[in-house]
């Protein structure tokens, strides 16, 4: 059912998706130090599930017989503008979805229906993030920065015990 490029293929996800996480830690980190509480919570969801998505493709290296290497594809990169955050984070999402594309279809050329499924069900999420960021990139071209920033506060006193 395995073979070594399918291990492989897991083990770029995997990178992929430490990577990811921990870009989206990042930018949730920034947001707060901005004053974007709303949008810092958006970003440690999205952590979450990248991390939820590394744990899966962990899973699977292990399953197969391989051991899983915990590293990052790259350094996550601290943005200077929401404008550069999202195009980064879409970027990275997209190359996602071009990798794990041709990992499922190779998975499904040696028979590997796990990995292949594994594979899809995450491109299927990485669109969902790619689609909210798009949507994010043109609400700040058309409402501004400003005006965009605005909806990204919870206002005074939110959060305060």
Do not use: C
């Amino acid at each position: 059912m395995s073979n070594d490029q399918t291990i492989k293929d897991l083990q770029t996800a995997l990178e992929m998706e430490m990577t990811a996480g921990h870009q989206y830690q990042l930018h949730a980190q920034v947001l707060d130090d901005w004053g974007l509480d709303l949008l810092a919570a958006k970003m440690r969801e999205e952590m979450l599930e990248e991390i939820g998505h590394s744990d899966l493709f962990m899973e699977r290296i292990i399953f197969l017989g391989g051991t899983p290497e915990i590293r990052f594809q790259k350094q996550p990169v601290r943005a200077e503008t929401l404008q550069q955050m999202f195009e980064m984070d879409a970027a990275d999402e997209q190359e996602a979805i071009d990798v794990y594309s041709k990992a499922a279809q190779r998975a499904a050329e040696v028979g590997d229906i796990g990995s292949r499924t594994l594979f899809e069900k995450i491109v299927l999420d990485e669109e969902g993030h790619k689609d909210w960021l798009d949507t994010q990139l043109a609400l700040l071209k058309r409402l501004g920065e400003q005006a965009y920033s605005a909806k990204q506060v919870s206002g005074p006193g939110a959060g305060e015990d």
